[in-house]
């Protein structure tokens, strides 16, 4: 990660329409951006299904996976960050780049879920380390009506935290450790006639 000065830092979007981009974010505590190494895996795990995609990137921080889910041809990205400098320059970088298919909310993550849902087919979760979000989260998802029938969901934490039991109908799908960093896909798959019913 390349700083410039103290107050801000850069991501490189690796692939797709903004190939190459290079956009700063704010020095913020916790705002730790998914290593290239990480997304570049995560992103050729999705390559089959993120054209045309609904995405929601949770805890988006710097920004390091909506916009490059946005750059590699997503239909729509929704970016939920609750620091309000993270998303100003979350907002000035799409800006920037021009990216019509994308919207910023300043929010805190569970209290958003809170709200009535539009479903979603790719849910990118990267939370600050050591808070305990993950299974609240995923929990809400699950309840919610965010995830789309199939859906596919990417979990970001630090290597030592316990498994946990995943919300039914979801099974790992890939999964891999890059340092301190454990990375895993999650399938989502309910069929039509069992989601009429639940709803």
């Not at 993950?134 to 979990?155: M, Q, R, S």
Request: aromatic share 8%; glycine share 6%.
């Amino acid at each position: 990660m390349n700083r410039r000065g103290s107050h801000a830092n850069q991501l490189r979007i690796i692939a797709g329409q903004w190939r190459g981009r290079r956009l700063e974010f704010p020095d913020l505590p916790g705002l730790r951006p998914t290593p290239d190494r990480v997304r570049e895996t995560l992103f050729n795990w999705l390559a089959p299904v993120l054209p045309g995609a609904r995405c929601l990137d949770l805890f988006a921080g710097s920004g390091a996976l909506g916009i490059e889910a946005l750059s590699r041809d997503a239909a729509e990205v929704v970016l939920v960050e609750r620091q309000p400098q993270a998303v100003r320059a979350l907002r000035e970088n799409l800006a920037r780049l021009n990216a019509a298919n994308a919207r910023v909310e300043m929010a805190d993550a569970l209290a958003w879920l809170r709200q009535p849902a539009t479903p979603f087919e790719i849910v990118l979760l990267d939370p600050p380390f050591g808070q305990g979000l993950l299974k609240p989260v995923c929990a809400a998802l699950e309840t919610g009506g965010w995830l789309a029938n199939t859906a596919w969901i990417y979990l970001e934490a630090e290597t030592e935290l316990e498994r946990w039991p995943l919300p039914a109908h979801w099974t790992i799908h890939r999964e891999k450790i890059a340092g301190a960093v454990a990375y895993r896909l999650a399938r989502r798959e309910v069929s039509a006639l069992a989601s009429q019913r639940s709803s």
